[in-house]
Nanobody, 124 residues
Framework: QVQLVESGGGLVQAGGSLRLSCAAS????????MGWFRQAPGKERDFVAV????????AYADSVKGRFTISRDNAKNSVSLQMNSLKPEDTAVYYC?????????????????WGQGTQVTVSS
C-alpha cells in the first residue's frame, strides 16, 4: 500500500503563503488521484482540493478557490498544495490522501490512503 508523508506546514501571518508537499512511497501517476483535506480543532476533516490521476483535472473547496493550487510532480511521485492569501480560518492540520478513483470527489471514504498530517497555523 502506498505511504504518504506531508511536509511544509508551519506558522505564517495572515496574507502570507505556504507550500505543502506530499511524498508517496510508490508511483502515483496514472494510478492514484491525490487530494488534500484539513481538520481544524474540534471540527470534522474537510475536503480542500483534488487532482485527477492524470493531473489534467482539479477541483477545490469553495473556501479556498482562487487562493490554493494543487499540482503533482509525477517524476517525484509527489503532490503539492500552494496556499496563498492565507487566512486565520485556514488554520488546521492538513492531510494528503490517495484514491484509486480516476477523479474522486469530496468524501473521505473515496480515499484509501492517508498521511499523518502537517500543521498549518495562520496568525491574525
Amino acid at each position: 500500500q502506498v505511504q504518504l508523508v506531508e511536509s511544509g506546514g508551519g506558522l505564517v501571518q495572515a496574507g502570507g503563503s505556504l507550500r505543502l508537499s506530499c511524498a508517496a512511497s510508490e508511483r502515483t501517476s496514472g494510478t492514484y488521484a491525490m487530494g488534500w483535506f484539513r481538520q481544524a480543532p474540534g471540527k470534522e476533516r474537510d475536503f480542500v482540493a483534488v487532482i485527477s490521476r492524470s493531473g489534467g483535472s482539479t477541483a477545490y473547496a469553495d473556501s479556498v478557490k482562487g487562493r490554493f493550487t494543487i499540482s503533482r510532480d509525477n517524476a517525484k511521485n509527489s503532490v503539492s498544495l500552494q496556499m496563498n492569501s492565507l487566512k486565520p480560518e485556514d488554520t488546521a492540520v492538513y492531510y494528503c490522501a490517495a484514491s484509486r478513483a480516476v477523479f474522486p470527489g469530496t468524501l473521505l471514504r473515496e480515499y484509501s490512503y492517508w498521511g499523518q498530517g502537517t500543521q498549518v497555523t495562520v496568525s491574525s
